[in-house]
Nanobody, 115 residues
């Protein structure tokens, strides 16, 4: 069964930090480029960071320099370190295969940044 389980979200003040974790089933994680997506209220889900199986990373302009994606291939886990958070980062964050997201998505983890 394909599973994605995100954790680590919370309420933080602007300028603060959070570290998100996502455990994925081996079938989706192994060999795939993994991504962190987010969806704010009333907006479409967007890809904010991705990391290839070999560790090549790419970021959306809105988070570049503040967020860092990483992965532990032995644990089928992908992380998102978020620093210097802004109120506009408030969203539900999800992980999934970056190029061909798998259904069903995980429950996501809520990140709320207060000003």
């Amino acid at each position: 069964q394909v599973q994605l389980v995100e954790s680590g979200g919370g309420l933080v003040q602007a300028g603060g930090s959070l570290r998100l974790s996502c455990i994925a089933s081996r079938s989706i994680f192994s060999g795939n480029t993994m991504g962190w997506f987010r969806q704010a209220p009333g907006k479409q889900r967007e890809l904010v960071a991705r990391i290839s199986s070999g560790g090549i990373k790419n970021y959306a302009d809105s988070v570049k320099g503040r967020f860092t994606i990483s992965r532990d291939n032995a644990k089928n886990t992908v992380y998102l370190q978020m620093n210097r958070l802004k109120p506009e980062d408030t969203a539900v964050y999800y992980c999934n295969a970056a190029w061909r997201p798998i259904d069903p998505w995980g429950q996501g983890t809520q990140v709320t940044v207060s000003s």
